[in-house]
């Protein structure tokens, strides 16, 4: 787009802006039903409806920046930040209260983390290190552990239907089998930038 041009010579037009949180927006997720759901450095989630009126506000939802949220269902949904914490959340009658919590999940930093199957997460983290965790009754138990080099792993994308998990970062960009966990490729001069950039288009 020439940088005189307006937004109408893309035919988008904006609608509204409204002030949601007090520091930067990390992740924003959109619900089955429509309605979104941001995770923010102010540590603070709130869901609101697709015309922007708020729903919920959780304040200091985790004890510092919330880089990721992940939707499951109109039900549940999961969180991960810099506290080193992933907590998932479940709706209990209007409202989402935590469900389970996974202290110390990593090291440092999870940048992301993201659902598996029915009854699986998985977080990627500063620390290079990928985690695999298995539901169990009401909490979460680590059932492996990937190593991407030394540096921090940014981002990680699920392909389910193919039995691939793609992670990224300052090393490049790794693709993973999930059947044995082993590598299948390693793309080192790539760079997938910042936490939450991997994303399937086909």
Known sequence: MDKNSDSTDS???LVQTKKIHDHHINCIAIFPSGNF?????????????????MLQTIPDAHSDWIYFVSVQN??????????????????????FEIN????????????????YLKDKL?????????????KYNNFYQNLTTLKSGDDEINSILLIED???????GLQ?????????????????ETYCGYWNVLCRID
């Open 172 to 188: 490049g960009t790794k693709i993973w089998n999930l059947i044995d966990f082993s590598t299948i490729a390693n793309l080192e």
């Open 74 to 95: 109109d039900n549940n949904f999961v969180t991960c930040g810099d506290d080193k914490i992933i907590k998932t959340w479940y709706r209990k009658k209007e409202d």
């Open 162 to 168: 193919k039995n691939i998990l793609i992670s990224g």
């Open 122 to 134: 998985i977080s990627c983290s500063k620390d290079s290190t990928i985690k695999i965790w298995q």
């Open 100 to 115: 389970t919590k996974i202290e110390n999940a990593h090291i440092s930093t999870i940048y992301k983390v993201i659902y």
């Open 11 to 13: 035919g988008l037009k």
């Open 37 to 53: 759901i941001s995770v923010s450095s102010d540590k603070s989630i709130k869901i609101y409806s697709p015309e922007i009126d």
